[in-house]
C-alpha cells in the first residue's frame, strides 16, 4: 500500500517568510509524528499526535513552530518568520499506536527546506 | 532521561567481511530499541526493532542485533557485508512517557570493493 507522503519535496523560501509542510500518513494509522533531521544536531523530535489527545509538542524549538492534525489524518507543519537555523530536512512517521512504545514508526521522504 | 551513544561516528569494511555497529543506551526503564538505515537521500527504513521479546532480533537484509542488559548495549551485526549496505545507520530509543523516538548521531557505514 501506500506509504507516508509529504510535500513539496524541496522548499527554497527567504529569511522571515512563513512555509507549510504537508504529511500524509498511511491510512488507518493513528499516530502522527514530525522530526527534524539537520547538520548540527542531528535527528530530533518535534512533536506528534495520537488519535483525539492533545499533542504532544514537547519537541518545537520556538512558539514559531505550530502543527495541526486535520481529521485525524493529514497533517501541516507551519515555520513562521523562518530563519536561517530552520534549514533542515522535516520528516514525518506514522504508526498504528502501541501504549508504552515499541509500534513501528514509518517514515516519508522528508520535506528538504532551505532558508536563504 | 532516555539517550544513545552510537560508538563510531563512521565504520568502513570490505564486502564480504562483517559489519558491527555499536550502540550504546541509556535508560531507566526497559525501553523499545531499533535500527534504522537512510540510504542516500532516500527515507529512513527500519531495519529491526526490539520490544522486550527475544534478545536476539533479526532484521532484514541480514542484520540482527542482541540485547544485552547488564551492557546496555544493542549492537547491529551482519555476517558479510554487501555494497548495498553502504547508508547511514541510527540506533534509536523510546522515550520514557510517549512514543517518540530519541536517535543516535548515526553511523556512516562505508563497504570497500
Known amino acids: 500500500g501506500a506509504g507516508v507522503s509529504q510535500s513539496p519535496s524541496n522548499k527554497v523560501t527567504e529569511k522571515g517568510k512563513d512555509v507549510e509542510l504537508r504529511c500524509d500518513p498511511i491510512?488507518?494509522?493513528?499516530?502522527l509524528y514530525w522530526y527534524r533531521q539537520s547538520l548540527g544536531q542531528g535527528l530530533e523530535f518535534l512533536i506528534y499526535f495520537q488519535g483525539n489527545s492533545a499533542p504532544d509538542k514537547s519537541g518545537l524549538p520556538s512558539d514559531r513552530f505550530s502543527a495541526e492534525r486535520t481529521g485525524g489524518s493529514v497533517s501541516t507543519l507551519t515555520i513562521q518568520r523562518t530563519q536561517q537555523e530552520d534549514s533542515a530536512v522535516y520528516l514525518c512517521?506514522?504508526?498504528?499506536?502501541?501504549?508504552?512504545?515499541?509500534?513501528?514508526?514509518?517514515f516519508g521522504p522528508g520535506t528538504r527546506l532551505t532558508v536563504l | 532521561a532516555q539517550s544513545v551513544t552510537q560508538l563510531d561516528s563512521h565504520v568502513s569494511v570490505s564486502e564480504g567481511t562483517p559489519v558491527l555497529l555499536r550502540c550504546n543506551y541509556s535508560?531507566?526503564?526497559?525501553?523499545?530499541l531499533f535500527w534504522y538505515v537512510q540510504h542516500p537521500n532516500k527515507g529512513l527504513q527500519l531495519l529491526l526493532k526490539?520490544?522486550?521479546?527475544?534478545?536476539l532480533v533479526k532484521g532484514i537484509n541480514g542484520f540482527e542485533a542482541e540485547f544485552k542488559k547488564s551492557e546496555t548495549s544493542f549492537h547491529l551485526t551482519k555476517p558479510s557485508a554487501h555494497m548495498s549496505d553502504a547508508a547511514e545507520y541510527f540506533c534509536v530509543v523510546t522515550a520514557r512517557y510517549g512514543n517518540k523516538l530519541v536517535f543516535g548521531a548515526g553511523t556512516i557505514l562505508r563497504v570497500k570493493s
Open positions: 491510512s488507518g494509522h493513528t499516530a
Open positions: 512517521a506514522s504508526s498504528l499506536f502501541v501504549q508504552g512504545g515499541g509500534d513501528t514508526q514509518y
Open positions: 535508560s531507566s526503564y526497559s525501553p523499545s
Open positions: 526490539y520490544t522486550s521479546a527475544a534478545t
